[in-house]
């Protein structure tokens, strides 16, 4: 069995995907893993929010 991740592909209008390509090279990542971590912030917050509850 294969543990490596699969591809992904995602159509991004262009004035997120401009937006996005933006914040990854300010915070110094690929667009990829600026996504990944965008992702991984809200589903924490969102578990945190459904603890609250």
Known sequence: MSTAIKPFGLRLPPDLKQWLSGKA??????????????????????????QQK
């Not at 690929?30 to 459904?50: F, K, V």
Request: hydrophobic content about 30%.
């Open 25 to 50: 090279q300010a915070n110094r990542r690929s667009m990829n893993s600026e996504l990944i971590q965008m992702l991984e912030r809200s589903r924490t917050q969102d578990q945190q929010a459904a």
